[in-house]
Structures are given as C-alpha cells and as structure tokens.
C-alpha cells in the first residue's frame, strides 16, 4: 500500500520534476516557485483500490498552501492568485501533457488556454496551432527539459513566424 | 473601554467633550465591546449602533447568512463558524448583537485582524458593503480602507457568472464516493475553449500530509479543518477528468452581477477563517451552498440538510430554486476512450488496439493505408489511451508517456484536423436521477408466513435502482432499515438493517483491468436450527471481477472472494466466521427493467461450523424518476422468501 502510494507521483509532472526541484533561483527550470514539489504529490491514484485514506489531493496539500484565500504570498501565489509573471510558466508546466497532444494535433482546449496567456489574440491563433504542430518534435523536446525552455521555444517561433511575428505577446 | 485621548482625531478635542457628554447616557444602550481597539469617532459609532437598532439589522437574514448563525436544538443561536478570528466580539460565535456592535467598532480601526491581517472593513469585506448599503456611512466620519488585497484578488477572476461543478461519484476513494461539489468562477473574457484558466472556490479539508485510516474516522466527526480555496481549474480538471476518470458536470448558475459580487465578497471573508469539516453533514457541498446564500440571501438552501449533505442533493435543490442556466459535461479521459474507441469501425478498432500495445505498428503498410484522417482518429485515441494510464504516475507510467510521444509525433505529421465526436458520458445528468432516501412498502410471504414490510434507507443507490444519474454498477447503502410485521401469532421485528452495504462492479476489457470489490455491514433474519426468526449480524468483504456483454441490452456478470463473520444466538458459541464466493448477473432488459441473479456458497469454519446456500433473484420496474417497483427473492437452506415492494425517493 505505502509503495503504491509512494509510486503514485503524477506522471504529468514526473518529466519536469527535477527541474522542479532545482526549480528555486534558477529561472530555466521551472516556474521559478517550487509549485511542482507540491503539485500532486502522493496522489492516491485509483490503482490502490479500496480503503484509501481522504483524498490527499489539490484539496488537501496545494490548496491551502498555495491557493489559500487571503493567505498572503507564497512562491508562486498572492492571496491564492498566480503571480502575473507565474501564470504562464504555471500553466505550462502543470499541463505540459495536455498541451503536448493539443500540439500534435494542432487545436484543444490546453493549446489555446496556453496561447491566450501568453497574449495570442483569437485571430492569431490558428495560426499559433498550425506553427506548435508543424514544430511538435522541437517543443516537446524542450519542454521535456523544463517548462520555462517550451514557453521560451513557443516565444521564439512565435517571433520568427511571418504569421505571428506581428503579435505583440506578453511572456 | 480602552479610550484614550491621543488616539482620537487632530481635532478631537471638541468631540471629546461631545462623546462625553452623549455618552454618559448611551454608553448602556451601545455598550462598546470590551477588548475592541480605539475607536477614532465614538460619538458617530454610537450614532449607527442606534441606527442599527432601530432598523433591527441584527435579525435581519442578511446578516445571519454572513456570520453563519444557525438556530441551536435549545433555542439559542451559534455561528458554524469555529474560527476565532472571524468574530469581532469575544462572544460572536453565540451573540450576533454583541458581534454586530463590534464589527461596526472595528470598521473605525487600521488595525489587522483575522488570519489574513487586514483592516476589518477589508477582512470583512461583505459585512462592510452590506453594513454600508444599510446605514449609509459617512466617509468623513468613518472613512473607507482602500483593501487593495481584496480589490487585487476581486479584479483578477474578472467575474462574468459562477458555474457549479460536480465530478460524479468516484468508488475508489470514500470520500468520493458521493462525489464533490465546488465553483468556478467564469471570467469575462474566456470561452469555452478556455474556461480552465478560470479559478475555483473549492471548500476542503486540510488534512495531515501522512493521512493513514484513522483520518477518515477523524474526517467523519469534524477533527479537521474545512478551508476554501481558489484552485485553477485546470488542475481540477486533471485531478478529476484525468487522473480519477471522473465524469465532471458543470452547471452554470444566472446569478446577477450583484449577487456573484457579494459572493466573491463573502469567499474573501472565508479565507480568514475555517469551519470544522464534518464528512457527512458540513462538508463541501453544505459550504458552497452558504456561499450561494451569501450570494442571495433570501434563498434557503442550508436549512434544507440539517442532517448530512450528499453533494448531488445540493446540485438538485439549487437546480429547483430556478438558479441554474445551461448544464454541460466534461467527459473522463476514459469516457473519451471508450466513446471514441466504439465509435470506430472494425480495422480502425484493430490499429488502436496494435498502436497501444506496440507504437512501431506506425510503420506497417496496413496502417498507413488508412485515410489520413482515420489515422488521425486512431492515434489520437491512442494518445487518450496512453494519457489516462500514463496518469499512474512514476516508473510505472513511464513506458506509456514514451509511447505516448512517439504516437503524437506521428499525429504531428498529419495535418488534418480531428474529427468532432461529440461525447456524452456514462453517468447521466445527475440531477435527473432519482432522490437520494428511499422508502419502501411491501408485502409476501416468507416459508408460507404472509407479511408486511415498510423500508427505509438514508442513502444512496443500489445496484436495482434507477441507473440515470449514478455511477453504473456501483452501490452504496448507508443506514437502511426494514421493519416487518408477521401474520400468524402477530409478530412485529426488525428484519434487516444495513450499516453500510457498498459494492462496485468494474466490467474488465481490453481497456481496463481493475478489480471489483465490496464491503457489507448490518444485520438479516436467517432461519437456523430449531430458531425460525432469528437476527444474524453479518461482517463481509469480498474481492472480485466483473465482465460486461451487450447481448440483450447491457448485461454484467461478477464474481466474489470473500470472508464472512456472522454473529447470532442461533450459531454455537454464537458466532461463524468463513469464507467462500459468489457470482451473478445484472442485467437492463429494457430502460425501466432490470434484474438481478446472484448465489454465493460460504463455508464456515470458524464458531459453529456450518456452511451455506444462497440465492438471490429481484426485479425492478421503474415507474418515474423516483418511483420504482420491486420483486425479490430470497433463498437460504430452507428459507424462502419473496417480497413485493413499492419504492417511493425522496
């Protein structure tokens, strides 16, 4: 039981996890705030079947410490909000997966969540999927290093995109 | 009374002499509660704690709904809440007179109050604007704090409307099992497309990092406690969608700019603050229904669950009290494989299944003699597949993250664009179910002895009742009773009482592989030896599997390993404890019919040694959402027993 629950660290973040780790002071290798040590850790995943304890979930290790309402600033949060300059390395790194089959297939909910923070107007955007999928194998390899590296690479492609380069974004 | 001179304004002096001389005769009808900080105006504190009397704001619903208050069983009145720092007054929890002349008192002061220290007027940001709106302060006498935090955070969800959500019920965790409710707040500018940057107002416990068994217990009599938080969406899609393969409903509410603003309002009060977290009565969903209170004072919600809060019942009353606009799902990532894997055609299936198992099937001919877009079809269902088992998490998904990339990379390749399969999930809208207490009316006979039975059953569902709305194949009783009355020298008795009975089928194929299992605490009737009614407590947990066919409608057959103790006066040294197995068949002949066959074999070897035969045939016919008719029957050794019911939710 403990070794399930100890195998049982989200995928999603495993990639990206020793930047998270490494993540404080070095801008390169993650949000800069050491989410990721507490996102999802010891997620009880349904394979451990049966009594399980309550849920050890967002609702119990991130919520109050970093989304806490009135809770004043932690690393990567004010009062339980993203710091501006968090948001977009956040939601990159907390959803590279999704993003990463939103980008294969060149649309999705993830995908265009992701354009939008980092400012791609709605009229850009087609062309902001069109570009992430024909440049899939480069992107997943870099945020495969760190979140920061794919916000960088899609900021990059973004300016050398004759389509794009117009768009003026907020990183 | 804590006044002192240099804390009064520049120019103070004048109104000293007035605050004197006022207060010599108001001080004993507005009593300034002890302990409260200086306060820079007395004289106009005064002024609106006559007001506030006169207007009897203190009875008022609004200002009841803001603290909390609940009538207790002896007539008095006491706040939920169990955070010191959420009153003004020492004794707030218990005096709303007191709370509210000292909450106008602090509304004079800088000083910072609460767990999240701001200024009151800031921290309480509600009961200041509803205070506000009531005795219209004057903001030269009692000037406005600017509550920068509370703006900073207010602006940020740029709030255009308030979506209830509700991730259906999950087996494989207790404290999912009746699902979960929370908020989201919905922002002016997103659309559909990206309505998971919203932020959530989640109400949960905050539990030790180390939780073991005896947290739940804990969890179940309010040792923790209960905060809200504003969780992005995204990571609540993840945790539900994702990772629990929870189909998530969403049901947006048409509250007014007004009413979501005071209920932002009052989720900012909360964060200061926490209420015990009782599992079964103020857990998530009783508390998000106080925010929308809160929202709305003149709705009541709360006081339609003075017992416990089964978080679909809240979905459904805030339904019924007109609240709801447009009601959409979020499929699970496993109801999106399953949809889309039945949605293909045969050799499509055939590729999906090679691709999982083994990627480098890219390659072959066959493959990629499809039509683009049939590949596409393929490998993005491939890549949900490989998602929802990579969502294990560490070494153990590894292997399906890496096949994951070398089939989206694949997908890259193909510029088409998906296919829209619209996906409806397995769980029916929940609200449309039926309610989730039951009572039951009956008659039959048993070993030729005719009887009446009334039933009765706290919670939830079983495996006969309605399907629309619940979990498929997942049952859970909590606190079920049946009295029944015996022909032939009269005899009344309780027959059968279940503590808790929960049992969850999950049908193995191709996709998925977990196991079934149950759990069965209560009390039956049995017919032992020379004792031909006798009470039988019964302890049983079994481990199993399930299968699911298609041949008539949808049919699922199980089979259990399990242990039994049984405790009665009937058994020598009055108890049994053994093992032994069951199989059965459920089976949806039409949408309104449904049987069930079932017969275990127990061998006990343990106490009286003895072994046993049982089976188990019922019926039901549904007669409309909450109305259902019932036919069982019951076999053990030589008892038998058949019973004719009417069902009847609330």
Redesign the interface.
């Known amino acids: 039981m403990k070794k399930l629950l100890?195998?049982?660290?989200?995928?999603?973040?495993?990639?990206t996890q020793g930047g998270f780790a490494l993540a404080a002071g070095n801008p390169d290798t993650g949000p800069g705030c050491g989410l990721g040590k507490l996102?999802?850790q010891?997620?009880?995943?349904?394979?451990?079947?049966?009594?399980?304890?309550?849920?050890?979930?967002?609702?119990?290790?991130?919520?109050?410490q970093t989304?806490?309402?009135?809770?004043?600033t932690s690393g990567c949060t004010?009062?339980?909000?993203?710091w501006a300059e968090q948001k977009v390395n956040a939601?990159a790194s907390?959803?590279f997966?999704?993003i990463?089959?939103d980008?294969?297939?060149?649309?999705g909910?993830?995908l265009?969540?992701l354009a939008?923070?980092m400012g791609i107007p709605?009229a850009q955007q087609p062309a902001f999927f069109?570009m992430t999928?024909?440049k899939?194998?480069s992107l997943?390899a870099a945020g495969e290093a760190s979140p920061v590296a794919l916000v960088k690479a899609l900021n990059e492609a973004v300016a050398t995109n004759p389509m794009l380069a117009k768009v003026s974004f907020k990183p | 009374m804590g006044f002192r001179l240099h804390q009064l304004e520049p120019h103070g002096l004048f109104r000293f002499l007035l605050f004197l001389l006022f207060f010599s005769c108001l001080a004993f009808l507005h009593p300034i509660p002890s302990g409260a900080s200086p306060v820079t105006d007395p004289l106009y504190l005064n002024e609106l704690m006559g007001r506030a009397e006169a207007m009897h704001l203190v009875e008022e619903r609004e200002w009841h709904v803001l603290l909390h208050y609940r009538r207790t069983l002896f007539g008095g009145t006491e706040s939920m809440q169990d955070d010191p720092g959420f009153f003004m007054a020492p004794g707030g929890k218990t005096d709303p007179q007191a709370e509210l002349a000292a909450t106008l008192s602090m509304f004079f002061s800088d000083e910072l109050v609460g767990?999240?220290?701001?200024p009151a007027q800031c921290?309480f940001v509600a009961r200041y604007y509803w205070l506000n709106e009531k005795l219209r302060f004057d903001a030269t006498r009692l000037p406005p704090q600017p509550c920068e935090?509370?703006t900073?955070?207010f602006d940020?969800f740029n709030a255009a409307a308030i979506t209830v959500i509700f991730p259906s019920g999950?087996m494989?965790?207790?404290?999912?099992m009746f699902g979960h409710t929370f908020l989201r707040v919905d922002g002016k500018e997103q659309?559909?497309?990206?309505?998971?940057?919203a932020?959530t107002?989640?109400y949960?416990?905050?539990?030790p990092?180390d939780?073991?068994?005896e947290?739940?217990i804990k969890?179940i009599f309010g040792a923790y406690p209960g905060?809200?938080?504003?969780?992005?969406y995204?990571?609540?899609v993840?945790?539900y969608r994702?990772?629990?393969?929870r189909d998530i409903w969403e049901y947006r509410l048409s509250l007014t700019a007004p009413q979501v603003r005071r209920l932002l309002m009052h989720?900012?009060e909360?964060?200061?603050a926490y209420f015990d977290y009782f599992?079964f009565g103020e857990n998530c969903a009783y508390h998000i229904l106080s925010l929308l209170e809160a929202a709305e004072p003149s709705i009541r919600l709360l006081d339609r669950f003075p017992l416990y809060t089964i978080p679909i019942d809240t979905v459904r009353l805030v339904r019924e009290s007109g609240l709801v606009g447009e009601v959409v799902s979020r499929p699970s990532r496993s109801t999106l494989v399953r949809r889309k894997r039945t949605s293909m055609s045969i050799d499509e299936r055939v590729w999906f299944d090679r691709l999982i198992r083994n990627p480098a099937n890219l390659q072959s001919e066959g493959f990629r003699a499809l039509q683009p877009d049939r590949q596409?079809f393929v490998l993005?269902t491939a890549?949900?597949y490989l998602?929802q088992h990579?969502?294990?998490?560490?070494?153990?998904?590894?292997p399906?993250?890496d096949k994951?990339?070398t089939i989206?990379?694949a997908?890259?390749e193909l510029?088409v664009?998906?296919r829209d399969l619209p996906i409806e999930p397995y769980v029916k809208q929940p609200d449309l179910g039926h309610e989730t207490g039951r009572i039951g009316v009956g008659a039959g006979w048993r070993n030729h002895r005719a009887f009446e039975e009334i039933n009765i059953r706290a919670a939830y569902h079983d495996l006969l009742d309605p399907e629309p709305g619940f979990t498929p194949d997942a049952q859970i009783e909590i606190m079920s009773i049946a009295l029944r009355h015996y022909h032939h020298q009269s005899q009344a008795r309780i027959e059968k009482f279940s503590l808790i009975n929960i049992l969850s089928l999950a049908p193995m194929d191709s996709l998925s592989k977990?196991?079934s299992?149950k759990v069965n605490v209560g009390m039956q009737t049995i017919r032992y030896n020379s004792c031909t009614l006798c009470s039988n407590g019964v302890a049983n947990v079994g481990?199993g599997a399930a299968a699911e066919t298609a041949l008539f409608k949808r049919e699922v057959y199980f089979a259990f390993a399990e242990a039994e103790a049984n405790y009665s006066r009937a058994y020598e040294e009055r108890h049994r404890i053994g093992g032994g197995g069951t199989v059965g068949m459920l089976a949806d002949m039409t949408d309104r019919w449904k049987l069930m066959l079932s017969g275990s074999y127990l061998r006990y070897v343990l106490g009286d040694q003895s072994d046993d035969i049982r089976w188990f045939a019922g019926s039901r016919y549904t007669l409309s959402q909450n109305w259902a008719l019932r036919l069982e029957y019951n076999h053990r050794d030589r008892d038998n027993d058949v019973l004719l019911s009417v069902q009847a939710f609330f």
Do not use: C
């Not at chain 1, 004010?78 to 993203?82: A, E, I, L, S, V």
């Open positions: 100890m195998l049982a660290v989200v995928g999603v973040f495993v990639s996102a999802w010891n997620y009880p995943h349904q394979k451990v079947i049966g009594i399980q304890t309550m849920e050890a979930t967002t609702n119990g290790l991130m919520g109050n989304f806490g309402i009135s809770s004043g004010n009062d339980g909000k993203f939601f907390l959803n997966e999704n990463a089959q980008m294969a297939q060149g649309q909910e993830h265009a969540s939008t923070l709605a069109a999928q024909e899939y194998t997943v | 767990r999240s220290k701001q921290a935090r509370f900073r955070w940020e999950f494989n965790n207790p404290s999912s659309t559909p497309q990206t309505r998971i940057l932020y107002i989640n949960a416990a905050q539990l990092p939780a073991g068994v947290y739940a969890g905060y809200f938080s504003t969780i992005p995204y990571l609540k993840q945790e994702d990772i629990d393969n989720t900012w909360l964060g200061n599992f596409a993005e890549s949900d998602l990579s969502a294990v998490g560490g070494e153990e998904g590894a399906f993250r994951n990339r989206l990379r997908r890259s510029k664009t998906p977990l196991p299992w481990l």
